[in-house]
């Protein structure tokens, strides 16, 4: 039987030591929907003339002087199993409120999740590729962190995440590394359980005032936004230094460190109404707070949904044009830039679960 992407599978499992794959024994599997992950290399041609010769010469060309591994992973939003993604996506290792916590006795688990760096932790993420001739192939990425994310939510529509990742190697085929003896074989696949997030049963908070009690960034009396039309997201994006390529570890990177602040942006579609929620905001360039809240299944014994919330308690109004475009509803197409206010968390992800780790 010939396989397509019907049996592609992917897994993902922290590294202890930058580089070196893990056993994926224990790993986290997930509905991936598409991804881009390949291996880079960077060769280079001498370019010396040679009388009379109108080609480059072969035995002139250096094999890969630089490997790396980029792209997307990408995926409807999960219910469950987003936990170890938050880790990597925030930096929030180590910070107690992002432990899943049991809610009470119901079942129901909680975890809070803010920004921190993302050094001395990486990743191995390992994608089952299925060849037309039956085998799927084991490609395992080593060295990877999230350096940017992308959630988005459109009108009718499952809500989206896309992981922008960076790696040191591609371990495939007959391909290894100095950290990397073998190629890991093709982990046993466990179909990941839970439901996902939708646009149903989203909510929007704009204002309100942020507090911070033990590292949880809460807000009050924040208005619930009406007549949203779509689409809403939120970019993060953690600038690393990809040029770590010291003689010694060659053709292979040291491990990228953060090197410039993380940007959080995003953008929502609203009908337009006769206030000045937005557009005062914009004009005057004043702060406040928008909060992104999604909710899915109930889960456990008691009362609690299965909830994935981003709260931004400082942006900036960039844009919040009213064009007239014809002759239907008039939309403002709002973006807007998070910033630190120094006291609260500058983005903070809720997120509750049936998964207790």
Request: charged letters at 15%.
């Amino acid at each position: 039987m010939g396989n397509t992407g019907l049996f592609a599978q992917w897994a993902a499992y922290d590294e202890a030591t930058y580089g070196v794959a893990p056993a994926l024994t224990a790993a986290k599997y997930y509905a991936g929907s598409t991804d881009s992950l390949g291996l880079k290399k960077t060769p280079k041609q001498s370019k010396g003339i040679f009388a009379g010769a109108q080609f480059d010469k072969a035995a002139r060309r250096v094999g890969a002087l630089e490997y790396s591994v980029t792209g997307a992973f990408n995926l409807d939003l999960p219910e469950r199993g987003m936990q170890q993604w938050l880790y990597r996506m925030l930096g929030s290792f180590g910070q107690s409120p992002a432990t899943l916590t049991e809610d009470g006795s119901t079942g129901a688990y909680k975890a809070v999740h803010a920004p921190g760096f993302i050094d001395g932790h990486s990743f191995s993420l390992q994608k089952g590729v299925p060849g037309v001739d039956g085998t799927v192939v084991p490609m395992t990425y080593t060295g990877c962190k999230v350096q940017a994310w992308e959630l988005s939510a459109a009108l009718s529509d499952i809500v989206k995440l896309a992981l922008t990742i960076e790696g040191r190697n591609e371990l495939a085929f007959s391909h290894v590394d100095p950290l990397n003896g073998s190629v890991p074989s093709l982990a046993s696949y466990t179909a990941p359980a839970g439901n996902v997030f939708r646009w149903v049963g989203a909510t929007m908070y704009v204002g309100g005032t942020p507090s911070t009690t033990s590292g949880v960034t809460t807000l009050a009396s924040p208005t619930l936004a009406g007549n949203i039309s779509g689409p809403m997201s939120v970019k993060y994006n953690r600038p690393l230094d990809l040029t770590r390529y010291s003689p010694d570890v060659a053709p292979y990177r040291n491990e990228p460190y953060q090197n410039d602040v993380t940007a959080v942006t995003g953008a929502t579609t609203v009908e337009f109404v006769s206030t000045e929620t937005y557009y005062a905001a914009f004009q005057a360039d004043t702060a406040t707070a928008i909060e992104y809240q999604f909710e899915t299944v109930g889960i456990g014994t008691g009362s609690d949904i299965a909830t994935f919330s981003v709260l931004i308690p400082n942006i900036r109004i960039e844009t919040a044009p009213l064009p007239i475009s014809g002759p239907g509803i008039v939309k403002q197409a709002i973006t807007w830039t998070g910033l630190d206010d120094g006291t609260n968390n500058p983005v903070q992800v809720t997120y509750v679960t049936l998964d207790a780790s």
